[in-house]
């Protein structure tokens, strides 16, 4: 176990998950004194799109060679975030990335979405075990927005949460990552004129899949510090992310500013004192 008094547990789904939704928390966390932070990240993202041309043949479908390259993506995005703890779930490799709900990907033999609860959230609860976090973080029951693997890393959270519990070790409190409406809208002001439409079809927040209103919001982290670290985690991940990508705009536009923020809603524990959002997501422990 670290000896540092404040631990925090980041559970998600594939390489860059960590990078676009919480990295700048996890660069907060690893640059504030006595707190330990732990990315688990549950696949390789095997089945991810890849947008370096010299590169497209590790596609699944031909050398599928795309999660080790990603396994190097990842290590360079901790660097930049200054985490230095993170684990594969399992060990590298045990689960695959399913791909979207309904796909082949689905139905292959390694899915994560086909895994044993109990025994992926078994080797969920050895970490938790050894690192003892006041706090975790991962998705809502959904996911975020419905992937597969998201849905299964919130299952597999909350059942390595109470496996723990079972054996002496009990979670504080248990965050769902989200993004709220209001930065959506700001968002869709930056892009309106643009002929890069991050939204596809979608006119407004409320066509979206994602985005909760700030009366649902317990937390947010602001980026503004660390804008720079999260910008040089997604880039990172260049065979996901393009450099030229709408989100290094957002983060520029709203994270320079201090406007853009990554947001929480608590889902189980104490929720901290005072009024309005907590800025720190261990308030109250």
């Known amino acids: ?55 497209a043949r590790l596609e699944a479908a031909q050398a599928d060679q795309l999660g080790g390259y990603r396994v190097a993506e990842l290590q360079r995005a901790c660097a930049a975030l200054g985490v230095s703890d993170h684990r594969f779930l399992g060990g590298a490799g045990r689960y695959r990335d399913s791909g979207m709900m309904g796909t ?36 809502d029951p959904n996911g975020f927005y419905g992937h597969p693997d998201h849905i299964q890393a919130h299952r597999v959270a909350v059942r390595g949460m109470e496996l723990a519990a079972g054996k002496g070790h009990a979670v504080a409190k248990f965050y769902w990552t989200t993004v709220a409406k209001r930065e959506l809208a700001a968002a869709f002001e930056i892009f309106k004129n643009s ?12 066509d ?14 602001e980026v503004g510090s660390y804008v720079m ?7 990172a991940h260049a065979t996901q992310i393009p450099g030229d990508d709408w989100m290094f705009t957002l983060a520029a536009r709203l994270g320079e500013d201090g406007t853009m923020g990554e947001y929480y809603i608590l889902a189980d524990g104490e929720r901290g004192p005072g009024e309005g959002w907590e800025t720190d997501l261990f308030a109250g422990i």
């Open 1 to 55: 176990m670290t000896d540092a008094s404040r631990r925090i547990l980041f559970v998600h789904a594939h390489p860059d998950d960590e990078s676009i939704g919480t990295g700048a928390t996890m660069a907060h966390y690893a640059a504030t004194p006595d707190t330990h932070v732990t990315l688990v990240t549950c696949t390789l993202g095997e089945e991810g799109e890849i947008h370096v041309p010299a590169l």
């Open 104 to 139: 082949p990907a689905n139905e292959k033999a390694r899915a994560f979405w086909r895994a044993d609860l109990d025994e992926a959230s078994a080797h969920l609860a050895e970490v938790i075990l050894e690192i003892r976090p006041q706090v975790v973080v991962s998705y």
């Open 195 to 206: 002929t890069e439409n991050p939204f596809g079809d979608a006119e407004s927040p409320d």
């Open 208 to 221: 979206l899949p994602f985005g909760t209103p700030d009366a649902e919001i317990t937390a947010r982290i």
């Open 229 to 235: 670290h999260k910008h040089a985690a997604l880039k």
